[in-house]
Nanobody, 123 residues
């Protein structure tokens, strides 16, 4: 089984930055995605990155608008979500997930999930 562990969340003031980490282990997978879920809202796609191969594409949700960056460190089996210029609207629990699909854009494309890390942006 694939195991995922998010870290790096916390409380940050508006305009600040956070870098979330997703450490992966276990069975091989083809891509890793980031999702977020705010209270009372559905889980929302943030972005995804291919795991195997250096040429794997990165896809972002439209709301990212260049403020979020997904990267990976294969040596550390870790995927990162760098979030800059944070606004209170970003507040949510952020999850990483692993998929057997090379390109996975929907939550149901992912079979493995971390437990999430809370991101809170204050005014």
């Amino acid at each position: 089984q694939v195991q995922l562990a998010e870290s790096g969340g916390g409380l940050v003031q508006a305009g600040g930055s956070l870098r979330l980490s997703c450490a992966a282990s276990g069975r091989t997978f083809s891509s890793v995605g980031w999702f977020r879920q705010a209270p009372g809202k559905e889980r929302e796609f943030v972005g995804t990155i291919g795991w195997s191969g250096s040429g794997s594409a990165i896809n972002y949700a439209a709301f990212v608008k260049g403020r979020f960056t997904i990267s990976r460190d294969n040596a550390k089996n870790t995927v990162y979500l760098q979030m800059n210029s944070l606004k209170p609207e970003v507040t949510a629990v952020y999850y990483c997930a692993a998929s057997q699909l090379v390109v996975a854009l929907q939550y149901y494309d992912y079979g493995y999930w971390g437990h999430g890390t809370q991101v809170t942006v204050s005014s």
